[in-house]
C-alpha cells in the first residue's frame, strides 16, 4: 500500500474522480436546466373538470395541469380547505387557467379529493394572445364587422382562416411601422440636427436652410401616405373577432388581431404536436419579446449578447497582448514590474459592480459627455455617447476581462523556449522581427486561452451592465439598414439581464419560471459555442506550431 501511494497512482485516481464528478454535475445541472425549459414548448393537453370550492359549490374549471406534488393533509389544512378523515397525503396539482383579465390569475393549486370530475373535450381550444396571456374555452362564434357569421364552414376553419388573414396584414403592419417609418423618422431626426448645428454656427441666410426644408418636405409626404396606409391596415385587422365561452360560462368577445395562434391540444396527434413545438421553440430563438418579456422570443437578447461580445473581444484581445508582451519582453524586471503584474492579478478579483460603477463615470459621464460637447453639440441637451449603451458596455466588460488575457498571454511568453529567440536573433533577424514573427504566433494558442476565458466571463455578466448600458426591452437593435449600419450609442438586451428581469422582476413568477430556465440553457449554449470555436482554434495554432519546432 505504501508503494502505491509512493508511485502516485492514488493521486491520479483523486484527479480523475473529481473531473468526472465535476463532468457529472455540469451534464446534469444543463439536462435539469433543458428538462425544465425546453418542455414549456409542448403543446399540453387541457383539461375539463368540476372542482368543489370551500362554499361547497363544484364550479368548472378549465386549463393546463403543469406542475404536481403530494403534500401532507395538515399543510392543506391550514389553507381552510376541508378534506375527508382518511386521507394523509394529498395530490395538489398547478392548474394554469389562463383568462387573467377576467379571473385575475393564471394559475392556481387545487386539491385531487375535491375534483368531482375530469375530462379533455377535443373541441376545447387554446388562444395564444399578444397581451394577457392564454384563453382556455370554447369557440362559439365569429364576427365580422359586429356581425355574427353565418357559414357552411365550421367555425374552427373560419378561425384559422381569419388568423391567416390578420398574420399577413400584421407582417405588412409591421414593415410599414418599423421599417418604412422608422428610416424616414431617423432621417428626419438627422435634418432636425443639421439645422441646430446650422443654427450654433450663427448661419441666418435662409438659402442655406432651404435644402433641408424641401428635404423635410418630401419626407413629410412619404410620411402622410404610410399614415393613411397604416389607418386602413388597422381598420382592416380590426375587422374579425372571435365569440368564446369561457371556464365559467360567460361567452366573451376577442378581437382577431390580438390572437397569435389558436390551437385545440386534445385532437393533436404526435406530429402535430412535434410540429406545435418545434414552431414554438424557433418563435423563442427567433422572434421579439411580449408580454414584458413572459412571452414571446429573445432574439433581440442573443443579439445584444453576440454583438457585445464581439466588440469587447476587438477591444481586449490587442490592448491584453500589448501590455503583456510589454510587460515581458521590453520592461525592465524589477520592483515597479512587480507591483504592475500584483496590481493586474487584483483587478482580477475586483467585484464586477465596481467595474460597472467605474464604466458609468468615465466612459459615460466623462468620455461619452466630452465626445458630445466635441461632436454632438447639435443634439445636446439630449446625450449621444453620454449616455450608457453597446460601446461603453462592451469597454467596460474589456476592462473587467484585460487581466485574464494578460496573465494567459505572459504565461505564453513565457514558454517560449529561450533558443528560439536566441536562433532567430542569430540569423540576423532583430528583436521586434523575432517578436512579430517568431514569438507571437507561438503564443496565438495561449492569447485564444486568455480570450476563451474572458468571453465566457464576459457573457455571463451582468451586474456592470446595469449601468452601462443593457434594458429590459431595447425598442431597436444596435444595427439596421440607416447609415452607419452599426449604432454603438444605443441600448441593447443581454441574455444574463433577461433571466434576472424574467426571473426576479416578473409580476407573474409561475408564468415566468419555464422561460428563466429556457433562456439560461441559451446562455450555456452560447457561451458553449464561442469557446469550442476559439478551442478550435487554438488548436489548430497548437499543432502548426508543434510540428513547427
Given at each position: 500500500m505504501r508503494e502505491w501511494f509512493r508511485s502516485g497512482s492514488p493521486w491520479v485516481w483523486l484527479n480523475a474522480g473529481a473531473v468526472s464528478v465535476c463532468l457529472v454535475m455540469v451534464v446534469g445541472l444543463i439536462l435539469l436546466i433543458a428538462f425544465r425549459g425546453l418542455g414549456h414548448f409542448w403543446p399540453s393537453d387541457i383539461t375539463q373538470l368540476y372542482y368543489l370550492e370551500e362554499d361547497g359549490n363544484a364550479h368548472r374549471l378549465i386549463g393546463e395541469i403543469v406542475d404536481h406534488e403530494q403534500v401532507p393533509r395538515e399543510r392543506v389544512e391550514d389553507l381552510g380547505a376541508s378534506l375527508p378523515e382518511d386521507v394523509i397525503v394529498v395530490d395538489?396539482?398547478?392548474?394554469?387557467?389562463?383568462?387573467?383579465?377576467?379571473?385575475?390569475?393564471?394559475?392556481?393549486?387545487?386539491?385531487?379529493?375535491?375534483?368531482?370530475?375530469?375530462?379533455?373535450?377535443?373541441?376545447?381550444?387554446?388562444?395564444?394572445?399578444?397581451?394577457?396571456?392564454?384563453?382556455?374555452?370554447?369557440?362559439?362564434?365569429?364576427?365580422?364587422?359586429?356581425?355574427?357569421?353565418?357559414?357552411?364552414?365550421?367555425?374552427?376553419?373560419?378561425?384559422?382562416?381569419?388568423?391567416?388573414?390578420?398574420?399577413?396584414?400584421?407582417?405588412?403592419?409591421?414593415?410599414?411601422?418599423?421599417?418604412?417609418?422608422?428610416?424616414?423618422?431617423?432621417?428626419?431626426?438627422?435634418?432636425?440636427?443639421?439645422?441646430?448645428?446650422?443654427?450654433?454656427?450663427?448661419?441666418?441666410?435662409?438659402?442655406?436652410?432651404?435644402?433641408?426644408?424641401?428635404?423635410?418636405?418630401?419626407?413629410?409626404?412619404?410620411?402622410?401616405?404610410?399614415?393613411?396606409?397604416?389607418?386602413?391596415?388597422?381598420?382592416?385587422?380590426?375587422?374579425?373577432?372571435?365569440?368564446?365561452?369561457?371556464?365559467?360560462?360567460?361567452?366573451?368577445?376577442?378581437?382577431?388581431?390580438?390572437?397569435?395562434?389558436?390551437?385545440?391540444?386534445?385532437?393533436?396527434?404526435?406530429?402535430?404536436?412535434?410540429?406545435?413545438?418545434?414552431?414554438?421553440?424557433?418563435?423563442?430563438?427567433?422572434?421579439?419579446?411580449?408580454?414584458?418579456?413572459?412571452?414571446?422570443?429573445?432574439?433581440?437578447?442573443?443579439f445584444g449578447t453576440v454583438l457585445m461580445v464581439m466588440i469587447m473581444s476587438v477591444f481586449v484581445t490587442p490592448f491584453g497582448v500589448v501590455a503583456a508582451v510589454y510587460l515581458r519582453e521590453y520592461a525592465k524586471q524589477g520592483l515597479l514590474t512587480r507591483l504592475i503584474r500584483i496590481a493586474v492579478n487584483n483587478l482580477a478579483g475586483v467585484p464586477s459592480i465596481v467595474y460597472g460603477v467605474?464604466?458609468?463615470?468615465?466612459?459615460?459621464?466623462?468620455?461619452?459627455?466630452?465626445?458630445?460637447?466635441?461632436?454632438?453639440?447639435?443634439?445636446?441637451?439630449?446625450?449621444?455617447?453620454?449616455?450608457?449603451?453597446?460601446i461603453w458596455a462592451s469597454l467596460t466588460l474589456a476592462i473587467l476581462t484585460v487581466p485574464v488575457v494578460i496573465v494567459a498571454t505572459e504565461e505564453g511568453l513565457s514558454r517560449i523556449p529561450r533558443a528560439i529567440r536566441e536562433g532567430s536573433l542569430a540569423l540576423g533577424a532583430t528583436k521586434a522581427e523575432t517578436l512579430w514573427r517568431t514569438v507571437l504566433p507561438m503564443t496565438a494558442p495561449a492569447m485564444i486561452t486568455g480570450l476563451i476565458l474572458a468571453v465566457a466571463r464576459a457573457a455571463g455578466e451582468v451586474a456592470p451592465l446595469m449601468m452601462v448600458g443593457v434594458v429590459k426591452l431595447a425598442p431597436s437593435l444596435a444595427t439596421d439598414s440607416n447609415f452607419p449600419y452599426l449604432h454603438l450609442d444605443r441600448k441593447f438586451m443581454h441574455l444574463g439581464f433577461h433571466i434576472y428581469d424574467v426571473g426576479f422582476q416578473s409580476p407573474n413568477v409561475e408564468a415566468a419560471r419555464p422561460l428563466v430556465y429556457a433562456t439560461a440553457l441559451l446562455l450555456i449554449l452560447l457561451i458553449i459555442v464561442l469557446n469550442l470555436t476559439a478551442i478550435y482554434i487554438r488548436n489548430r495554432l497548437r499543432e502548426k506550431y508543434n510540428a513547427a519546432e
Open positions: 395538489r396539482y398547478l392548474l394554469k387557467i389562463g383568462n387573467r383579465e377576467f379571473f385575475g390569475i393564471d394559475f392556481r393549486w387545487i386539491t385531487g379529493p375535491s375534483i368531482i370530475n375530469q375530462a379533455h373535450p377535443g373541441h376545447i381550444m387554446a388562444i395564444e394572445r399578444h397581451e394577457w396571456g392564454n384563453l382556455y374555452g370554447y369557440l362559439v362564434g365569429l364576427k365580422e364587422n359586429g356581425e355574427v357569421i353565418h357559414s357552411d364552414k365550421p367555425n374552427w376553419d373560419l378561425l384559422q382562416g381569419r388568423l391567416s388573414r390578420k398574420h399577413t396584414l400584421s407582417k405588412e403592419i409591421r414593415h410599414v411601422e418599423k421599417d418604412l417609418v422608422g428610416a424616414i423618422n431617423y432621417r428626419m431626426e438627422k435634418l432636425r440636427l443639421k439645422e441646430r448645428g446650422l443654427e450654433l454656427e450663427g448661419i441666418v441666410d435662409r438659402a442655406a436652410y432651404r435644402h433641408i426644408d424641401t428635404e423635410r418636405a418630401h419626407l413629410q409626404d412619404q410620411y402622410d401616405q404610410l399614415t393613411q396606409r397604416l389607418a386602413e391596415l388597422y381598420e382592416a385587422i380590426d375587422r374579425d373577432s372571435v365569440v368564446v365561452e369561457i371556464a365559467d360560462e360567460r361567452e366573451v368577445e376577442v378581437p382577431v388581431a390580438q390572437i397569435v395562434r389558436a390551437y385545440q391540444p386534445n385532437r393533436m396527434g404526435l406530429f402535430d404536436k412535434l410540429r406545435f413545438y418545434f414552431t414554438k421553440l424557433w418563435e423563442f430563438v427567433a422572434e421579439e419579446p411580449r408580454e414584458a418579456n413572459t412571452e414571446g422570443g429573445i432574439l433581440p437578447a442573443i467605474f464604466g458609468l463615470g468615465f466612459f459615460v459621464y466623462i468620455l461619452g459627455g466630452n465626445i458630445d460637447q466635441l461632436f454632438f453639440r447639435e443634439a445636446l441637451p439630449a446625450p449621444t455617447f453620454g449616455t450608457p449603451g453597446l
